[in-house]
């Protein structure tokens, strides 16, 4: 379709061009001569782009038709909203996990370390990694601070009410759940999740889904390419 257009726009400019040119208006052909050279480098730009969106292969489950993430309201580490507000304009990596969890989390979080430095200057711009705690009863913020700072200083994250932890979880099309170690005593428990990560795009849109353990630079080259 786009080649069709391009055809149709072209032989309309020729004819255009073969008038003023026999009309021996020379301003004219000259004014006409300068838009098509910045016509043709401005569809070569675009076209360029789009070819190069369009071969990113990434190291993930991709989504064909990525999902709208909707509404929900959690708190970060600063005390701060973290919303669907704070997953426009940047590819956010989402993490589901929390602060007592003995290797799972750990490991993806030292993966997001050794991942974090191989990123672009352009890319540190437009990512952001995000741990979701979903034990809000035992990370308060300055647990979940302390945590996520001790692997790297650039990883968020992120907690909140148990509604507003399973409505985000959903809209990753992933669960969690608690796990009772021992009947009679409440704090014996452990948290079931899911080790994948999400990526969201700029447009706070589900767009793909990582599958650990992954090559080392997997995610840092798929994360350079997008950005």
């Known amino acids: 379709e786009r080649d069709s257009a391009f055809s149709t726009g072209l032989n309309f400019r020729l004819r255009i061009f073969h008038y003023l040119r026999e009309s021996n208006s020379m301003k004219n052909f000259k004014l006409i001569a300068a ?38 309201h959690l708190t970060d580490t600063k005390g701060q909203a973290f919303t669907k507000a ?22 993806t979080l030292a993966q997001f370390r050794a991942e974090l430095p191989k990123l ?18 035992s990370d308060t913020l300055h647990i979940l ?7 790297h200083k ?17 809209y990753m099309k992933s669960t969690y759940d608690r796990k009772e170690e021992n009947a009679g005593d409440p704090n014996l428990y452990m948290m079931a999740h899911s080790q994948r990560y999400y990526l969201v795009d700029p447009q706070a849109r589900l767009s793909a889904v990582y599958n650990p353990p992954l090559d080392p630079g997997a995610l840092s080259s798929d994360l350079n390419n997008l950005a």
């Open 145 to 151: 601070k302390q945590y996520v700072e001790g692997f």
């Open 35 to 72: 838009m098509f050279l910045v016509f043709g480098i401005l569809f070569g730009l675009v076209s360029y782009i789009q070819d190069r969106k369009q071969t990113v292969k990434l190291a993930a489950t991709e989504i064909a038709t990525p999902y709208d993430v909707g509404d929900f």
């Open 86 to 107: 704070q997953l426009l304009g940047k590819y956010t990596v989402l993490y589901f996990g929390f602060t007592r969890c003995p290797d799972a989390c750990p490991t």
């Open 120 to 137: 672009t200057p352009e890319a540190q711009k437009k990512v952001q990694f995000v741990m979701i705690s979903i034990d809000p009863q």
């Open 154 to 170: 650039d990883i968020q994250a992120a907690t909140g009410t148990d509604a507003e932890l399973h409505k985000i979880a959903g």
